[in-house]
């Protein structure tokens, strides 16, 4: 029986952490023992670190989607640029430098009035040929779903935050219950 589960969650299903009001609701203080206790902040502390790791790995993924969305953003500027030099009816090749890796760039001439596919990498080492029009159509997608995954990952994280603080709370005031009722308990 997990005494610290709650039915409600957020929409991606985390869940609430339930708010310790009177430790006496989850611990009878005429009946209860030391290990009773233990067993009571063991699992604070275990349901406290299954939001934290949740945070950390929420954290990783937000990090990994804004990385995402300045390269997606120039990509598709650039391809939306090559689609208007399409449009033109200028004849001149289009010059540019353009990067092979984070150190390296080379020249290269584009013939953009024969111009109709660009190459998008896609990720695992993967490439592929889509026409114009399409290959804005995805990354305006991909922008979008990147700009969202990040909203989600925020919302998230501030959610965990507050499960976080619910749960230090609570092992502070099970650990402080306990101390009173261990004080009552000594000879005097």
Same mark, same amino acid.
């Given at each position: 029986m997990d005494r610290l589960k709650?039915?409600? /969650?957020?929409p991606r299903g985390i869940p609430q952490a339930k708010f310790i009001d009177r430790v006496? /609701?989850?611990?009878?203080?005429?009946?209860?023992?030391?290990?009773?206790?233990?067993? =009571?902040?063991?699992?604070?502390?275990? *349901? =406290?670190?299954?939001?934290?790791?949740?945070?950390?790995?929420? *954290?990783?993924? =937000?990090?990994?989607?804004? /990385?995402?969305i300045p390269?997606?953003?120039?990509? =598709?500027?650039?391809?939306q640029y090559l689609k208007e030099r399409t449009e033109e009816d200028d004849d001149e090749p289009l010059q540019t430098n353009y990067e092979l890796?984070?150190?390296?760039? /080379?020249k290269s001439e584009i013939d953009v009035q024969n111009l109709d596919n660009v190459y998008l990498w896609l990720g695992a080492d993967v490439m592929m040929e889509y026409p114009l029009d399409e290959a804005i159509e995805l990354l305006t997608t991909r922008l979008a779903v990147a700009k969202e995954a990040v909203k989600i990952a925020e919302e998230d994280l501030e959610f965990l935050r507050e499960q976080i603080t619910t749960m230090e709370v609570n092992t502070a005031r099970v650990y402080n219950w306990d101390i009173? *009722? *261990?004080?009552g308990l000594a000879p005097k």
């Open positions: 709650t039915e409600q /969650s957020n006496e /609701s989850l611990l009878n203080p005429s009946t209860c023992t030391n290990e009773d206790v233990d067993q =009571l902040l063991k699992e604070c502390q275990t *349901r =406290l670190q299954q939001y934290k790791f949740m945070e950390e790995n929420k *954290r990783l993924a =937000l990090n990994g989607n804004k /990385s995402k390269n997606i953003t120039k990509t =598709l500027e650039m391809v890796n984070e150190t390296l760039y /080379s009173t *009722r *261990r004080k």
